[in-house]
């Protein structure tokens, strides 16, 4: 090759850079997605094939699974996963091999240079070919298994229940991460309908007090599409209820109205929403935050939260008086007339025929105040 001169496979390949490298580009997010699906399908099948073991054979009593899949094919679904990770953990050997070698043939081209066959002394084909044929073999038996399960009329063990109890006049619910809501309608008894990996403890139920509670029972939820749907519903009758206490370690809570005299509402890093109250409300929460807005505002309100923001709506021709408490949180606040963010602990009070007081306690988050936008 005569020095200073360009082959002509060098100048196509010099002209078509920029296209090349958005294929080369390509050929990378390739490989990673293949290394990301191989990891996972590795780790769900370490933790599913175990899991269906002990599940199928009943070895550990405290081990509770919920699953749409019967103990033998949750077992059949992670030896599946487990063989497929392997599989493609193959491809990507050979795979990555061939972009490799493609992007050093390429780039001698654009050089005009010569390039040597790059040669490795490991070879993953008969490996691919194998674990291809346990991972299909694996996948028609559990596809047979399936259907088995289905034509059998296997139920998931995902809990769907509805309870009714006498309407009582206190009411206590508190769960460990389960969304739960509290609402109204025309009936004579209190409703409870939920989903859960777990039943609801009901530890007491009179016509004066209704206690429920979530089982904290260890649980491993596995290939339960209704497990992305746990929710509690609580439906009240009208009635003349005295109490509420309602608390939640991560799950949100919402209440529609507050039909009790007093609410008291209680989350650790779940987020409470309150709409349309007019009776006395005591919120607390350390990382979530409370959103609560008063169709009447008639009865003091207590509010408390360390990082979680809260947001309160008052109806336009009410009046308050506002006692904010906070280290290094903030205030908003059109309702009470301040025209920008207010840094630090503040008393503000608009003035009205009845004037109850609000106190707001925060550590770093900050209140927001405004007027209820009513329809």
């Known amino acids: 090759m005569n020095k200073g001169k360009i082959s002509l496979k060098a100048c196509l390949a010099r002209i078509f850079l920029i296209p090349a490298s958005a294929g080369f580009l390509a ?90 066959r790059l040669y490795s002394n490991f070879s993953f084909s008969k490996m691919l070919k194998v674990s291809l044929a346990v991972t299909m073999a694996f996948l028609a038996v559990f596809i047979g298994l399936r259907c088995l399960d289905i034509s059998r009329g296997y139920e998931s063990t995902v809990v769907k229940e509805s309870l009714s109890f006498p309407a009582a006049s206190y009411l206590y619910i ?17 409703r409870v309908e939920y989903t859960n990996d777990m039943p609801i403890i009901v530890e007491e139920s009179s016509e004066d007090y ?18 992305f749907g746990y929710k509690m519903t609580v439906w009240l009758p009208e009635s003349n209820y005295r109490e509420f206490y309602l608390s939640s370690g991560s799950g949100a809570i919402t209440l529609e109205g507050t039909q009790s005299l007093y609410t008291k509402l209680r ?5 409470i929403y309150i709409n349309g109250a007019d009776k006395e409300v005591n919120a607390a929460s350390i990382s979530g935050e409370i959103s609560c807005s008063y169709s009447e505002f008639s009865f003091e309100g207590r509010f408390e939260s360390r990082e979680g923001n809260i947001r309160l709506l008052l109806p336009e021709n009410s009046g308050a008086d506002l006692k904010f408490r906070t280290d290094s949180g903030w205030l908003d606040s059109g309702f009470m007339g301040l025209e920008k ?14 004037l109850n007081v609000l106190y707001v306690t925060t550590v770093s988050s900050g209140l927001t105040l405004e007027t209820l936008n009513e329809p």
Do not use: H
């Not at 630090?344 to 608009?350: A, C, P």
């Open 210 to 227: 209704l206690k429920i509670t979530q089982d904290d029972y260890f649980t491993l939820s596995l290939f339960a599409k209704d497990q």
């Open 267 to 271: 989350t650790r890093s779940g987020n």
């Open 27 to 116: 050929l990378f997010i390739i490989n990673f997605a293949l290394a990301v699906s191989a990891l996972v399908l590795l780790s769900a099948g370490l933790l599913c094939l175990p899991v269906g073991l002990v599940y199928m054979t009943g070895a550990v009593k405290i081990l509770k699974v919920v699953s749409d899949l019967s103990p033998v094919t949750l077992t059949a679904a992670g030896a599946l996963m487990l063989c497929g990770g392997v599989f493609l953990g193959f491809f990507l050997c050979v795979f990555s091999t061939f972009s490799v070698r493609l992007l050093y043939k390429y780039t001698a081209v654009v050089k005009d240079e010569r390039w040597r």
């Open 174 to 190: 508190s769960t460990s991460g389960l969304d739960f809501e509290i609402k109204s309608y025309d009936g004579e008894e209190i």
């Open 341 to 354: 963010r207010f840094f630090g602990s503040i008393d503000l009070q608009k003035p009205s025929e009845q």
